[in-house]
């Protein structure tokens, strides 16, 4: 990131340091509340577009913006044909695997992924192979790939990374426990924390919650009242915090074990959750 200020203190008009500046803001958008950065990424690649409307990698982050962002599929679909139609080789390819992929076609994106590895990727492409591999289910193979990366970047984030999740996906937590750590080490990541909790709650390690009940009683706008029953430790605090109001013509008692309620006029009656 110093590299991208130093080079567009000296050249305001370099592009490609313009774009490698967007894209590691974007890389912040991901962990950050949507309202706080994305409207920030759809300017600057706007602008960047505006110097340049065949920039691939500026059209690829245009496309996350539009999937991520504004949820629009048509219009990332429409960015994805423009991207493609000034890409080449293996580019290609792992463009389009990608897209085939987030469009539900796995068949036809393992053609393209075989396509967009030959040669062998020694760039960001390596993410992708254990990613692509990941949703395919091929564990075996992608925590190889994972491994290779390793041996020929030591120490690389996304390596350990893969790694962990393909391993607990598996089933071989003990291995993935311990790659979670070394990937903890070199990147500390909250969805790796979450994923270290799923591995030893499959192994049979996870500590047992603390259960005691607790009732609410609510009163609607219209004097009926519900009851609510709820066990601790299954239910989340922001669940005890901000009960929606219903309507309701009889108390009841509802046991919550995985909150989901929510309110319809049409039905009248609270949402019941899994539990």
Not at 33 to 39: D, R
Not at 176 to 187: L, N, P, T, W
Not at 224 to 235: A, P
């Amino acid at each position: 990131m110093r590299l991208v200020q130093r080079a567009l203190a000296l050249d305001p008009g370099y592009l490609d340091a313009d774009y490698s500046d967007t894209y590691f803001l974007r890389c912040v958008a991901i962990y950050r509340a949507p309202l706080e950065l994305w409207p920030n990424v759809r300017r600057r690649l706007d602008a960047i577009l505006a110097r340049d409307d065949t920039h691939t990698a500026a059209l690829n982050e245009l496309g996350c913006y539009f999937l991520i962002f504004d949820h629009d599929w048509r219009a990332f679909d429409a960015c994805h044909e423009r991207e493609i139609a000034f890409s080449s080789g293996q580019s290609w390819h792992f463009t389009r695997a990608w897209w085939l992929r987030i469009s539900g076609r796995l068949e036809e994106a393992r053609k393209e992924q075989r396509l967009s590895e030959d040669p062998e990727p020694m760039d960001f492409g390596r993410f992708y192979m254990c990613s692509a591999r990941w949703v395919h289910r091929e564990y075996d193979s992608a925590i190889h790939v994972a491994r290779r990366t390793l041996e020929l970047f030591p120490g690389h984030a996304d390596g350990y990374y893969w790694l962990a999740h393909c391993l607990v996906a598996k089933g071989d937590y003990a291995q993935g426990i311990a790659a979670i750590a070394d990937s903890q080490a070199v990147h500390e990541r909250q969805e790796l924390t979450a994923l270290l909790a799923v591995a030893h709650a499959r192994q049979g390690n996870a500590p047992k919650p603390r259960r005691s009940s607790r009732s609410y009683s609510l009163t609607s706008d219209h004097g009926r009242t519900l009851t609510l029953t709820l066990s601790r430790g299954s239910t989340p605090r922001s669940a005890r915090r901000n009960w929606p109001w219903t309507t309701c013509s009889r108390p009841s008692t509802i046991g919550v074990s995985n909150f989901s309620c929510r309110t319809g006029a049409a039905c009248g009656r609270i949402g019941r959750g899994t539990g």
